[in-house]
């Protein structure tokens, strides 16, 4: 099975790009060129995006309270459970309870531990491409096979269908929904969420969404949970305060089963849950302590404010993108913090591949873009846009020149044709 995934991981190989520009000094040890990542999805970087004052407050009463030095119960405390399902009640038909809601140590645990939970002997996963790598290699980990279904970028990204049913068989157990899109920058319909709900449910299968973008969407269609549709096929939904609230390296993150109809109400599934977070090292307790009151008291203003900085960033990369001929994207972005962009290496004279366009212009210009085999696309890039306008501005100045230099004559494309 073609698991089209990469063996590096999103850090390593930005780490690899770091360190191709440091060999680039002046002869004081200063880089030629102020660097520009636009690679990782961490929006604290620049100082457009910080979190609201209230988390800033509600964290520090909490460490100073001398309340919340002490361990917290493994799955999480209670105060925080409640709060969780609280806030993911407020967008779903029914509602969730404490117990329904699990405290993971960011997003990257809570897919761990989803995957560690459908592990069994021969089981298989359907996950999309391009997608998040770090589920392959979590699959990897639990000797789960990884099967790819593809993204359509001529529909928006949307999942293809009609491959999960020929990708799935008697083995599969589950199916990833990201949603707000990473790497993409997609938002998915309702109309497309329950056509992913019934084609789980007729396949017997469940789904993780994945949403620790959840809410992050500036475009025409809104952001709606897949546990919306948890009556029609369970849900394991997956979250954090990372994206929306701006705060990556707290590590607060969820596992939450929204699911209606009681699949995982069985006591035996419910104590194996309880069993696997005994054995895992949760958030700082002070940090739990502090979600009910970032949760309640967060104004609507701070959200809006955050997206409408992602729009106006995303909307300045994709008019830049219609200006560089080898990069492409036929689609603006509708949410999360980041976009995939088609490479025409046809146009370039000395560019072999994405990771080479990566690591050229990285050397060339200080500019980092995460080539798009390390989310499972040659040839295509991902760019992330939370960041501020005049860096994005100043990215794309330095990309276009790099085209420009590396551009074939047109000749030269003429005799390739």
């Excluded at 004081?28 to 620049?46: A, F, H, N, Q």
């Excluded at 993409?184 to 309702?190: A, F, I, L, P």
């Excluded at 302590?289 to 008291?297: G, K």
């Excluded at 990771?355 to 500019?367: T, Y």
């Amino acid at each position: 099975m073609d698991n089209g995934g990469s063996t590096i991981t999103i850090k390593g190989i930005l780490s690899l790009l770091m360190e191709s520009i440091s060999e680039l000094e002046d002869e004081e040890g200063r880089c030629v060129k102020r660097v520009i990542s636009l690679g990782m999805g961490d929006p604290t970087l620049y100082s457009c995006f910080r979190t609201t004052q209230v988390s800033l407050q509600a964290v520090s009463d909490s460490l100073l309270s001398n309340k919340f030095h002490g361990y917290a119960p493994t799955v999480g405390l209670p105060q925080t459970r409640r709060a969780i399902a609280e806030y993911l009640s407020r967008d779903l038909p029914y509602k969730l309870s404490q117990d329904d809601v699990f405290i993971t140590s960011g997003c990257t645990q809570a897919i761990d531990v989803a995957l560690a939970m459908l592990a069994r002997p021969r089981a298989n996963i359907l996950l999309p491409r391009p997608g998040f790598p770090i589920y392959e290699l979590c699959a990897k980990f639990r000797n789960l096979e990884v099967r790819y279904f593809d993204l359509l970028p001529e529909n928006g990204w949307e999942i293809d269908l009609d491959a999960v049913e020929s990708l799935a068989d008697d083995n599969t157990v589950a199916l990833v929904v990201i949603n707000p899109g990473n790497p993409c920058g997609n938002v998915y319909s309702y109309l497309h969420l329950m056509k992913i709900a019934e084609t789980a449910k007729k396949l017997g299968i469940l789904v993780i969404a994945d949403e620790v973008y959840g809410h992050l969407a500036f475009g025409s269609k809104p952001f709606v949970p897949m546990g919306v549709f948890g009556s029609i096929v369970p849900v394991l939904t997956l979250g954090s305060l990372s994206k929306r609230w701006i705060v990556p390296g707290w590590r607060l993150g969820w596992f939450v089963t929204t699911d209606p109809s009681g699949s995982f109400k069985d006591p035996k599934i419910i104590e194996r849950f309880k069993k696997y977070f005994d054995i895992l090292g949760g958030p700082a307790t002070f940090i739990q302590a502090a979600v009910p009151t970032i949760l309640e008291q967060t104004d609507e203003s701070f959200f809006k404010k955050t997206l409408n900085s992602l729009k106006n960033s995303s909307d300045i990369c994709y008019d830049w993108i219609n200006e560089i001929p080898c990069i492409d994207s036929s689609h603006r972005p509708e949410g999360s913090m980041a976009m995939m962009v088609k490479l025409n290496l046809s146009l370039l004279e000395d560019i072999s591949d994405d990771i080479d366009f990566c690591f050229k212009l990285a050397r060339e210009e200080s500019v980092i873009l995460l080539p798009g085999t390390a989310v499972g696309l040659k040839n295509w890039l991902r760019i992330t846009f939370a960041a501020d306008a005049s860096s994005i501005e100043e990215a794309f100045k330095r990309i276009k020149c790099f085209y420009l230099r590396h551009a074939k004559t047109q000749s030269q494309i003429i005799v390739d044709l």
